[in-house]
């Protein structure tokens, strides 16, 4: 038979085993969905149509109200032909837009490129099937003797997403450095609003 004390040490053997087992799996990026909130008050933007620039989709961007020092009037850059767009209101949101034609798994493949970058800790605040924002945190190591100005944390905020209009798939993304938190959430917004234009 065996004693009290013995089923005590089972007991916090096990626990301390199971919380090491479950601490060691960081191999999958963390989720955070209540960090975030990307919503559907559009009170501090303005509908933009795109298909004078190719694309026959509306987008809603900031506004001046948005105090991200947008100006009032988008502008897009595009060279006819081209694939790519680039959507700037004024000098701190820059989105990044290209036709994909009919791959419609943008959203698969950048997460799977992500997990490759081992050098970059991911956190999923937003993991969604069309879109996805994350903090991605520059990891750092071989710090412990180093001097206390190294190992600064390296930290920035993104967002990617996928739209499908008349068949084809829009890759909205923003830059590869990020933007602060307010901003992507902001991009965020305008991604969920990008959508087909209504024909009358």
């Given at each position: 038979?065996?004693?009290?004390?013995?089923?005590?040490?089972?007991?916090?053997?096990?626990?301390?085993c199971?919380?090491?087992?479950l601490?060691?799996?960081?191999?999958?990026?963390?989720?955070?969905?209540?960090?975030?909130?990307v919503?559907?008050?559009?009170?501090?933007?303005?509908?933009?149509?795109?298909?004078?620039?190719d694309?026959?989709?509306?987008?809603?961007?900031p506004d001046?109200t948005?105090?991200?020092?947008a100006?009032t009037?988008?502008?897009?850059?595009?060279?006819?032909?081209?694939?790519?767009?680039?959507?700037?209101?004024?000098?701190?949101f820059?989105?990044?837009?290209?036709d994909?034609?009919?791959?419609t798994d943008?959203?698969?493949?950048?997460?799977?490129?992500?997990?490759?970058?081992?050098?970059?800790?991911i956190?999923?605040?937003?993991?969604?099937?069309d879109?996805?924002?994350?903090?991605?945190?520059?990891?750092?190591?071989?710090?412990?003797?180093?001097?206390?100005?190294?190992?600064?944390?390296?930290?920035?905020?993104?967002?990617?997403?996928?739209?499908?209009?008349?068949?084809?798939?829009?890759?909205?993304?923003?830059?590869?450095?990020?933007?602060?938190?307010?901003?992507?959430?902001?991009?965020?917004?305008s991604?969920?609003?990008?959508?087909?234009?209504?024909?009358?």
């Open positions: 038979m065996v004693g009290k004390s013995s089923c005590k040490f089972l007991v916090v053997i096990s626990v301390f199971g919380s090491v087992l601490s060691s799996c960081e191999d999958k990026p963390n989720i955070d969905e209540t960090d975030v909130e919503n559907d008050d559009y009170y501090e933007f303005q509908d933009f149509n795109l298909a004078q620039y694309i026959p989709a509306m987008i809603s961007l001046e948005a105090n991200i020092g100006s009037k988008p502008e897009v850059i595009h060279t006819e032909s081209d694939i790519k767009w680039t959507l700037k209101v004024g000098q701190n820059e989105l990044e837009i290209e994909y034609a009919d791959v943008l959203i698969e493949v950048e997460k799977k490129e992500l997990a490759d970058k081992d050098f970059y800790k956190n999923y605040i937003i993991d969604e099937k879109l996805i924002l994350y903090e991605r945190t520059l990891v750092v190591k071989g710090t412990d003797n180093a001097s206390p100005t190294v190992g600064v944390e390296h930290k920035s905020y993104h967002v990617y997403g996928q739209k499908i209009v008349n068949g084809l798939t829009y890759e909205l993304s923003s830059r590869e450095e990020g933007y602060e938190k307010m901003i992507i959430e902001l991009m965020a917004k991604i969920k609003s990008f959508k087909p234009i209504k024909k009358s």
